[in-house]
DNA sequence: TTGACATATGCCGATAACGGAATATAGAGT
DNA sequence: ACTCTATATTCCGTTATCGGCATATGTCAA
């Protein structure tokens, strides 16, 4: 078994900075292919590829105006990065709350005697 | 000029579930690689291999135990996914406001009438 | 030193992914 | 119908990555 696919896990779908610029682009608002194009400096082709790739995992949502196509962000599928992410804090705040029981109980054995 | 490699870029390192998998591993302490091996049910080699990538980026630490290795998450590296996120949930609280902003507009121009 | 255990590394074949270039599709205007 | 313009798709060559297997390295214990 190898990595799940790019057009499947949205991890690996932003293991790629290509990607994670094209969709930054879109953090300001929806826009069309050629206004990514511009911005970034990447082929039409490369960056509607990207895009596919992205809409595949729900990352942004498209809909036709005139002969463009506007892209938006779907900010609510990074729930999955966010939660991964959440995992980490709450086990890294649950070890410090460890240590501090461990000082409170040491400061209490001091009191004692 | 292809993906940054998963031994430089932390998104692309985190990118194969295998190796969150091995991540996860380390959230509750360190652990050497027979832990992990047994935990997950992956072959030594390619825990071995995965923790290599894993301590390229940063992500884990190791130090010696005997003839063991003990693996540490190093949960600071995160930062670069943690920063990236947040640029996210800003831009959508900005938009927000806007919004928000527009809509008291809207109100006061009605209560002028 | 020899042997058992723990981990790392090297080699291999298969597959996925990327970018470029050319081409296809589709809408708007004439 | 023809022609721009905007975007999507296909084909192709190259490279990265993954897992398995075998093997090397290192460490303890007798």
Redesign the pocket.
């Known amino acids: 078994?190898?990595?799940s696919?790019?057009?499947s896990d949205v991890f690996?779908a932003l293991?790629?900075a290509?990607?994670r610029d094209v969709l930054d682009t879109l953090i300001t608002g929806e826009k069309?292919?050629?206004a990514i194009?511009q911005r970034l400096s990447?082929?039409?082709?490369?960056?509607?590829?990207?895009?596919?790739?992205l809409r595949a995992v729900g990352l942004v949502g498209?809909h036709?105006d005139?002969?463009?196509?506007l892209y938006r962000l779907e900010s609510a599928r990074l729930s999955p990065m966010r939660d991964w992410l959440a995992k980490y804090e709450q086990a890294v705040n649950d070890r410090l709350d460890r240590v501090d029981d461990y000082l409170k109980e040491l400061q209490q054995q001091g009191e004692g005697q």
Chains 1, 2 share one sequence.
């Open positions: 078994m190898a990595r696919s790019t057009t690996n293991g790629d290509n990607r069309s292919v050629g194009v990447m082929s039409q082709p490369q960056v509607s590829k990207h895009l596919r790739v498209c036709a005139g002969r463009r196509r």
